[in-house]
């Protein structure tokens, strides 16, 4: 008999972590999701100001599902200066672990008058995760977002996924930082690392430089091929497509009125679809969640922090 994704998931007999009292809550439970990846600290630099904001795949897909009712667990790094991100995030139920001695990566978006007009730095970068910094975590689906190439290492793949699932966000194997400046990179590893992973997520350009396939449906089976059995593709106001057991499922984009701030939209997208996933949705009905509570992210500035009834009565509306 063929298992559902949910049937993979075993089921945590603790409370929801916004409610744990153990002291180290990811010492003594087993998640349904885990994401591993740092939080930027995001330098903002306009003719008008400066401003330090959060940002990465940790810190957007960490908010989104800070009010879904499924545990859930962020690993990340910080320095010791941008700890307060952390401390914000668990204000919202998250259940953070930080990581000793790791740094914080920090990003730098100049704009001049014209907003379009922008040059990106990395000015700083933090220590890859080891195993021996997760040996104590345990969860049923691991989901990776790494920033830069070097973030996360194949044999830390091998060995997670051997503890649960793993789901991938690919875009940080894609680029590497040369003298403070964002180039894009090849992953020469990625076969290899793809026959451990059972979810991906990519946009349209990001699968093409990864697959060097010109359409989407020959990507998705290149990536299909090297074992990956959910291939999640994003087209921004086009929809997304995703790929499983040579079927292919589009899902349409639910645009808000006004798209105020599309920053963090594909973390959205995939906190939401994990979840539905975890919750034993099948991959049509989970990824028209994702995709409504991505478009719902749009409509404001900052990281997704509604619940679950907002998203229907957002899709209601299409």
Known sequence: MKLSFSSHLRTSAHPHPAHSHIKNPYLSRMYPICCIGHITSDKIVTPQAVNYLPGGTAYYFSCALSKLDIGYLLVTSLAPAEVHYAEALRTKGINVKVQPGGGTVFFENIYGENPDDRTQNVLQTADPFTMDQLQDVDAQIFH?????????????????????????????????????????????????????????????????????????????KWVADCGVKEVVITNGSK?????????????????????????????????????????????QSAGEFAAAMAGLKTAANGAFEGTEADVLRFKAGF
């Open 144 to 220: 990776l977002g790494p920033l830069l190439a070097d973030d996360i290492s194949l044999d830390l793949i091998k060995t997670l996924s051997a503890k649960g699932r793993i789901s991938l966000d690919v875009q940080g194997y894609l680029r590497k930082v040369v003298n403070q400046k964002v180039y894009p990179t090849d992953w020469p590893q990625k076969q290899q690392a793809l026959q451990y992973v059972s979810i991906l997520k990519a946009d349209v350009a990001e699968l093409q430089a990864l697959t060097g396939c010109a359409t989407v449906a020959g990507g998705a």
């Open 239 to 283: 929809g997304s497509t995703i790929y499983s057991d040579g079927a292919s499922y589009n899902i349409p984009a639910y645009p808000p009125p006004a798209i105020v701030d599309a920053t963090g939209c594909g973390d959205t997208y995939m906190a939401g679809y994990l979840y539905r996933r975890a919750k034993g949705d099948a991959i």
